[in-house]
């Protein structure tokens, strides 16, 4: 099983420039969040979804926009990088009661 | 709001030695889950908490949860240099917080 995927795994971006954060999960998971990880520090949620179609923000959603077509994709879009969107990008997903797992994370520099 | 805290956010221990990482938070819930990350990589999931009173351990590692207290616990017992990570509490309503992570140091 794959599991959660995140493409690409790193990137650099130029202040101004657009791009989208790939998530897929092929466990049929409801819930799937999104996250980053600012160097030494915690995960803070940026949006989350509990099923195809629905879609809420979480703790730091400016910059950020995500749309829940389908069970098993989640993608994240950044808007007019900007340099304190440097960060890792965690994407995670879960079912039920069940733990969430995590993608490998996509490492973003803007610059 | 749900609100997740853990303290300590830094320890260093010796090798042998016990120590518990405590996690707190701001609203009922009955769903508490432990992670691990190491450096530079993803989070791994230790335990995952489903009741009041429940405890898990694995290896050298328990977990316990209080839902009335709020609060649960990641007991770490004869630490060796191996259990060196961060280790992040989290719980969800809807929303999965999590707590600001304890980076543990075990020297020899």
């Known amino acids: 099983n794959a599991g959660v995927t995140q493409t690409p795994k790193f990137r650099i971006l130029k202040i101004g420039q657009s791009m989208t954060l790939q998530c897929t999960q092929d466990m049929n998971h409801n819930y799937m969040y999104w996250y980053r990880q600012d160097p030494g520090m915690g995960l803070k949620l940026i949006y989350y979804?509990?099923?195809?179609?629905?879609?809420d923000k979480g703790e730091v959603p400016n910059g950020y926009n995500v749309s829940r077509s389908t069970t098993e994709d989640f993608p994240l879009r950044l808007e007019l990088a900007a340099p304190s969107q440097t960060s890792v990008y965690f994407c995670?997903?879960?079912?039920?009661?069940?733990?969430?797992?995590f993608g490998q994370g996509t490492r973003l520099t803007v610059v | 709001e749900l609100k997740v805290e853990q303290n300590p956010l830094f320890l260093s221990m010796q090798e042998g030695k016990n120590y518990t990482i405590y996690c707190n938070y701001s609203?009922?819930?009955?769903?508490l889950y432990w992670y691990r990350q190491d450096p530079g990589k993803s989070l791994e999931s230790l335990f995952v908490?489903?009741?009041?009173?429940a405890v898990k351990q694995e290896g050298r590692l328990m977990a316990s949860l209080d839902t009335k207290a709020r609060l649960s616990t990641l007991h770490i017992t004869a630490a060796v240099h191996d259990l060196s990570a961060t280790y992040f509490c989290a719980v969800v309503l809807r929303k999965l917080v999590f707590g600001q992570g304890t980076r543990l140091t075990i020297n020899p």
């Open positions: 908490l489903l009741s009041n009173g």
């Open positions: 979804s509990v099923g195809a179609g629905i879609t």
């Open positions: 995670a997903s879960k079912r039920g009661d069940t733990e969430a797992f």
């Open positions: 609203t009922t819930s009955d769903r």
